[in-house]
């Protein structure tokens, strides 16, 4: 009987086993179909290995000699920076490696607190909190904040990580037309039925380098009795009088309700992400923010670079200077040579092409002579606005910019952009 048994298992299994293939065949075949448009939409993105630290100029594999980055977010230069990396290996030494806890089992260290102090008292503000990264922070903040009772309202060209952290909270949910504060405004008038109105928006936008009016967005929030967060990544380091971002740069401090940000980019360029802002918010997103309680703590290592790139910050504001005088100086000099450039005064700089094809074919031409630069098409940024994102450092030199700029005019003509 048991051979019997064994018998029909056997041969009951192996439909079950053609059926899995069967599916496994039919799941290749969708991939690779969508595989294949994205190829022929021309919108395939490559990655580029660097084999060195990240930098001005760095080595990337396959590619002979030393090459000229331009598309790294390490606004300030600190990703390589001695003191950043001997703070790392400090913690290393002393914390450890990492945690292997979330922080309310057993993954909080004091240099956790400390950071989370520090970072308080750089946005002037009454506590914070760290995340493994911004996105996560968006992600835990408005469905530990918001509910049914309650108004989101967003910029229609907000970064995927606020419009996702939106998705996953119950209030009610508002878009307005990018930079639009008559459409804000009806907006806000439409929601004066909610408990709480939350305005967000980010503070610089990452794809076209513009600037949020914040001044008429609080302004309009104090009118109708709304909260405004910020998100400060592209800020963060280098946009104000003293780096503290754009609430400082246009003289609202105190009128900004939230702040995330991300210690990825300006602040050491490694990982990690964080909220600041009253006191009461931050003990419930340590109570409700699900990235927060069921992710592990930010490395040591991660949080001591962060530090010491703080504490490089606050002892001189002449980095920032540095950096927003290589801006204009790129800015400027691709403007005389025909370009189109976005944005004011940012040092994202995005370079409009148009054209997918013609953003991916330029900025591998521009790898050709030594630049590292890459295009951006649809999914990025919208259908038929391709640009290549030029991004400025404090630590690029006068030459590093002018040698960009005439890459660009040798390529830009070569295919046609320039006449």
């Keep these: 009987m048991w051979a019997c048994r064994l018998l029909h298992a056997g041969l009951s299994a192996a439909p079950r086993g053609r059926r899995a293939q069967s599916a496994l065949t039919q799941l290749r075949g969708v991939l690779e179909e969508e595989l294949e448009a994205i190829r022929g939409a021309g919108t395939w993105k490559s990655e580029r290995v660097i084999t060195s630290r990240q930098g001005p100029r760095i080595h990337v594999d396959g590619v002979s000699g030393g090459i000229l980055n331009f598309c790294a977010n390490n606004y300030l230069g600190l990703s390589s920076h001695p003191e950043v990396i001997q703070a790392g290996l400090q ?9 292997s806890s979330t922080r309310f089992i057993c993954g909080t260290q004091s240099i956790h607190k400390d950071l989370e102090a520090k970072i308080a008292r750089f946005h002037q503000r009454e506590d914070a909190i760290l995340y493994p990264s911004c996105f996560d922070a968006n992600a835990g903040l408005f469905e530990a904040l918001l509910t049914p009772q309650d108004a989101v309202l967003s910029d229609e060209l907000n970064h995927a990580s606020i419009i996702d952290g939106i998705r996953l909270c119950k209030a009610h949910k508002y878009r307005y037309r990018h930079l639009d504060m008559a459409d804000l405004e009806a907006k ?7 408990r ?12 076209d380098g513009d600037i949020a009016p914040l001044q008429e967005i609080c302004h309009l929030a ?23 971002g ?12 939230i702040i995330n940000s991300t210690l990825g980019k300006a602040l050491g360029g490694a990982s990690g992400g964080y909220t600041t802002g ?4 931050v003990s419930l997103l340590r109570q409700r923010a699900r990235p927060y309680l069921f992710s592990n703590s930010l490395p040591p290592a991660v949080a001591g670079c962060a530090s010491k790139a703080l504490d490089l910050l606050m002892e001189s504001n002449a980095i920032v200077q540095s950096m927003a005088a290589k801006t204009q100086r790129f800015r400027r000099k691709m403007k005389a040579a025909g370009f189109t450039v976005l944005g004011a005064n ?5 370079v409009m092409l148009g054209d997918a094809r013609l953003a991916s074919c330029m900025a591998d031409d521009m790898l050709k002579r030594g630049i590292f630069v890459i295009g951006f098409s649809y999914p990025v940024v919208p259908k038929n606005k391709a640009r290549i994102r030029v991004q400025i450092s404090a630590v690029h030199s006068e030459e590093d910019i002018d040698r960009c700029v005439e890459a660009f005019v ?10």
């Design 196 to 207: 709480l109105r939350l305005v967000a928006t980010d503070g610089a936008f990452s794809m």
């Design 346 to 350: 940012h040092p994202i700089c995005p």
């Design 188 to 194: 806000l008038q439409e929601a004066q039925k909610h």
């Design 278 to 281: 009253p006191e009461p918010l």
């Design 246 to 257: 754009t609430d400082e740069l246009l003289g609202v401090t105190d009128q900004v309700t």
């Design 91 to 99: 913690a290393l030494e002393e914390f450890g490696a990492g945690l």
């Design 410 to 419: 040798e390529v830009g003509r070569l295919h046609g952009a320039l006449p």
């Design 222 to 244: 104090s009118r109708y009795g709304a909260l405004v967060f910020v998100d400060e990544c592209h800020a963060t380091g280098f946009l104000g009088a003293t780096g503290r």
